[in-house]
């Protein structure tokens, strides 16, 4: 199982960014996916979630300018962000809690699957 991330870049503050991930790999289904971002010295925080009811939940410092969706029929979740701020300036992960089959029996197995990660540099 592979999560790839696009999108990240050079914008401007007040500027908007679209990031997309996308999952890869045999699986059983998808359950929540979400956005991670980590700026330099900083923690790695929460930005938002989405359930695979799509049920959101951002972070305060993002609501109401992030927005989290999901196409559940390409395993892809995106996070379109607006009114971009120096402060978001940041590396960009997704994440996901995958179901798959545990080798070749019938059982199934959750676990968290994380991309890579993309840069998010917003410049003031």
């Known amino acids: 199982v592979q999560l790839q991330a696009f999108g990240g870049g050079l914008v401007q503050a007040r500027g908007s960014l679209k990031l997309s991930c996308a999952v890869s790999?045999?699986?059983?289904?998808?359950?929540?996916m979400g956005w991670y971002r980590q700026a330099p010295g900083k923690q790695r925080e929460l930005v938002a979630t989405?359930?695979?009811?799509?049920?959101?939940n951002y972070a305060d410092s993002v609501n109401g300018r992030f927005t989290i969706s999901r196409d559940n029929a390409k395993n892809t979740v995106y996070l379109q962000m607006n009114s971009l701020k120096p402060d978001d300036t940041a590396v960009y992960y997704c994440?996901?809690?995958?179901?798959?089959?545990?080798?070749?029996?019938?059982?199934?197995?959750?676990?968290?699957?994380w991309g890579r990660g993309t840069q998010v540099t917003v410049s003031s």
């Open positions: 790999g045999s699986i059983f289904s998808i359950n929540t």
């Open positions: 989405i359930t695979s009811g799509d049920s959101t």
């Open positions: 994440n996901a809690h995958i179901v798959r089959f545990v080798g070749s029996s019938d059982y199934l197995k959750s676990d968290v699957y």
